[in-house]
């Protein structure tokens, strides 16, 4: 079965930083739209941030504008996700998602491949 897998997560104070990256070992990403979504304890998982296959359409939650950044590697086969100025509200399960060409409505079914997430906490 065909997977992403994240990693970069981690324990950060706020107004830190972290960089998550989404690769994937058994097929090429260059051809998919790649989201990623986060899940905090108690809510409904919520999309952060998508870049279409070409890379050329990025989106981002609102409340993400301005601190995080999603860009692409094509030749190492990953997509990453740069976040700064980190807030606890950030803190949550981050999964990477991928879909082919472009991002859609930005709603998770619409996604084909999923990873099993990695952890961001935001705390002092």
């Known amino acids: 079965q065909l997977q992403v897998v994240e990693s970069g997560g981690g324990l950060v104070q706020p107004g830190g930083s972290l960089r998550l990256s989404c690769a994937a070992s058994r097929f090429t990403l260059e051809y998919y739209a790649i989201a990623w979504f986060r899940q905090a304890p108690g809510k409904e998982r919520e999309g952060v941030s998508c870049?279409?296959?070409?890379?050329?359409?990025?989106n981002y939650e609102d409340s993400v504008k301005g601190r995080f950044t999603i860009f692409r590697d094509n030749a190492k086969n990953t997509v990453y996700l740069q976040m700064n100025s980190l807030k606890p509200e950030d803190t949550g399960i981050y999964y990477c998602a991928a879909r082919w060409g472009i991002c859609g409505l930005w709603i998770p079914y619409e996604y084909d491949y999923w990873g099993q997430g990695t952890q961001v906490t935001v705390s002092s």
């Open positions: 870049i279409s296959s070409s890379g050329e359409s990025t």
